[in-house]
């Protein structure tokens, strides 16, 4: 049973293109993230939502724009793709508010290469 | 804001060799302190965490001791295994002000054991 799903795991496409990824979780959590990881291995927050309202988001282009239909699900749209958006994205989830204890789950990853 | 600093990579060693891998943070008020591990190809798995001031979080072997004093969490195994070789991430999370539960990484240190 997977707990944070995320599609497709490799996304290979040209510039000016637009793609999205999905990400779903049969956790039961209220809150899911997306953070972004360059060729450095650097892990940074872009979004949250928590019960489907956006709560954190950081300083992405509005190239990126995520949606969260519901509390189980988060996709990622990214329009007019540009060389420096080829990374790896991560999906993540956790229980905030009082059920809260910090640990965020990962998925495993989409890999995006912008050529 | 908040940041959290690892020791540079790459760190090589032999099978059963001690490992240390030194993290260091800031934050204001009281984080919580996470050990994420990536192994080649995955996504982040939680390795062990610390919620308070003198928690000592462990698992597989690894343990590291949440020192508010030095604002350290250093990472530690006694005798590691070639299996052990991935990234380690260092990371918190700040309960405090407008976070909302987002994680703070570290930069990632590259482990790799030799048999």
């Known amino acids: 049973d997977t707990a944070v799903s995320q599609t497709p795991k490799y996304l290979v496409t040209q510039m000016g293109n637009d793609k999205s990824i999905k990400c779903e979780q049969n956790?039961?959590?209220?809150?899911m993230y997306w953070y972004k990881q360059d060729s450095k291995k650097f892990l940074k927050i872009m979004f949250s939502y928590n019960n489907k309202e956006l709560i954190i988001n950081e300083t992405v282009p509005n190239r990126f724009s995520p949606k969260s239909p519901d509390k189980a699900h988060l996709n990622l749209h990214i329009n007019s793709l540009e060389l420096g958006d080829s990374a790896v994205y991560f999906c993540?989830?956790?229980?905030?508010?009082?059920?809260?204890?910090?640990?965020?789950?990962f998925g495993p990853g989409t890999r995006l290469t912008v050529l | 804001g908040d940041s959290v600093t690892q020791m540079e990579g790459p760190v090589t060693l032999s099978e059963e060799a001690f490992l240390t891998i030194n993290c260091t943070y800031t934050?204001?008020?009281?984080?919580?302190l996470f050990w994420y591990v990536q192994y080649p190809g995955e996504g982040l798995q939680l390795l062990l965490k610390a919620t308070k001031a003198d928690d000592k979080g462990s698992n597989k072997g690894f343990e590291a001791t949440y020192r508010k004093e030095t604002t350290s969490f250093h990472l530690e195994k006694g005798s590691v295994q070639v299996s052990d070789s991935a990234v380690y991430f260092c990371a918190l999370i700040n309960a405090g002000g407008t976070s909302y539960g987002k994680l703070t990484f570290g930069q990632g240190t590259i482990l790799t054991v030799h048999p």
């Open positions: 956790l039961g959590h209220d809150t």
């Open positions: 934050a204001t008020g009281y984080p919580s």
């Open positions: 993540a989830s956790g229980a905030r508010g009082a059920t809260s204890t910090d640990t965020q789950y």
